[in-house]
C-alpha cells in the first residue's frame, strides 16, 4: 500500500493549501481516510476523517477551517485548509484503514508525510 501525499509549503497566516494523498494498493472506495498531522514536540493527532460513505469528522481546532473530501475514482482523498493559522503549522500525513483485496484483515497504512508552515 503506497499513500503518497503532497501539497504542503510556507504560507502566509490566514492564506490556504490544498493537501492531496493518492494511494494504491488497497480497496480506496472502502477504506476510511483520515489526514493526521504532527507538530514539533507534539504527539501526532488526528485532523480529519471521512468514511467511505463521505462522513466527516474533524479536530475542534480546524472545524470550520479545513474541509476533508474523497474522489474515489481517483483514488485520493484532499485536506483543503483556509484561514490558515501559525499554529497549524507540522507535518502532515495521510492515513487508511482498509484491506488490500476482499478477505484481507483491514490495517491501517501510512503516508510519507508533508510539511505545512504557516509563517508570516
Known amino acids: 500500500v503506497q499513500l503518497q501525499a503532497s501539497g504542503g509549503g510556507l504560507v502566509q497566516p490566514g492564506g490556504s493549501l490544498r493537501l492531496s494523498c493518492a494511494a494504491s494498493?488497497?480497496?480506496?472506495?472502502?477504506?476510511?481516510m483520515g489526514w493526521y498531522r504532527q507538530a514539533s514536540g507534539n504527539q501526532r493527532e488526528l485532523v480529519a476523517s471521512i468514511s467511505n460513505g463521505g462522513s466527516t469528522s474533524y479536530a475542534d481546532s480546524v472545524k470550520g477551517r479545513f474541509t476533508i473530501s474523497r474522489d474515489n475514482a481517483k483514488n485520493t482523498v484532499y485536506l483543503q485548509m483556509d484561514s490558515l493559522k501559525p499554529e497549524d503549522t507540522a507535518v502532515y500525513y495521510c492515513n487508511a484503514y482498509g484491506r488490500r483485496y476482499y478477505g484481507d484483515q483491514p490495517k491501517s497504512y501510512w503516508g510519507q508525510g508533508t510539511l505545512v508552515t504557516v509563517s508570516s
Open positions: 494498493g488497497i480497496i480506496f472506495s472502502a477504506s476510511l
